[in-house]
């Protein structure tokens, strides 16, 4: 099946550095969706994104809509240790009445102490 | 308080032993899916659901099967349990409105098939 660029696979990064990573897709998408994952649990949406050049913030977090609603970047502020997990971006393609969610392979983020 | 429950969150089982995982969501939610994660491929559609009684296959169905009676449980079904099976399997939930589509995850089922 389709799946989403979604880059970079990992990032080490030292506490209180920005963080950015990004998805792009051949396909149009009518939603953009990022997910974080902590060990053992389930994906927690964080962001959702439905309009072209939508700009959304949530907390240290601020996500974006690709104007060709191909790509969708993500960005987090000042990283603290609990920013560790997978980042997932998914994107949400509307076929007739029917619609499927595309998903990237995810980012790892890890922060050294 | 809003959520979806899958169960049993943790299963080992041998080769051909047929199993249920169930998931259930309290949302009222029309349309649920499945997914199984593995590493380094991200999360991957199984089987999902858009009403009662309305099933279709996501991308990677074989040996799986689902069925949906009623809104709220999508169980998954593994007839005859394969190694290649093992995995993490989440069930999801989604509440749809008007232009807008937002995916709640269960905790999670990890199956190892020996």
């Known amino acids: 099946g389709q799946q989403l660029n979604q880059s970079p696979q990992s990032m080490f990064i030292q506490e209180g550095e920005d963080v950015s990573m990004n998805c792009t897709s051949s396909s149009i998408f009518n939603t953009w969706l990022w997910y974080k994952q902590d060990p053992g649990e389930g994906p927690v949406l964080l962001i959702a994104l439905y309009k072209a050049g939508e700009l959304t913030s949530n907390g240290r977090l601020t996500a974006q809509f690709g104007i060709t609603r191909k790509d969708s970047f993500l960005n987090i502020s000042a990283s603290i240790p609990s920013d560790v997990g997978i980042y997932f971006c998914a994107g949400l393609a509307h076929m007739d009445s029917n619609y499927q969610l595309i998903w990237g392979a995810g980012t790892k983020l890890i922060i050294k102490p | 308080e809003a959520q979806v429950t899958q169960n049993p969150r943790y299963l080992i089982t041998v080769t051909g032993k047929k199993l249920t995982v169930t998931c259930s969501q309290n949302m009222n939610h029309e349309y649920m899916s499945w997914y199984r994660q593995d590493p380094g491929l991200g999360l991957r559609q199984i089987y999902y659901s858009m009403n009662v009684e309305v099933t279709d296959k996501g991308d990677v169905p074989e040996g799986y099967k689902v069925s949906r009676k009623e809104k709220r449980n999508f169980p998954l079904i593994l007839e005859s349990p394969s190694p290649n099976q093992t995995s993490l399997y989440f069930c999801?939930?989604?509440?749809?409105?008007?232009?807008?589509?937002?995916?709640?995850f269960g905790p999670g089922t990890r199956l190892t098939v020996l």
């Open positions: 999801a939930s989604t509440h749809r409105t008007s232009g807008t589509d937002t995916q709640y």
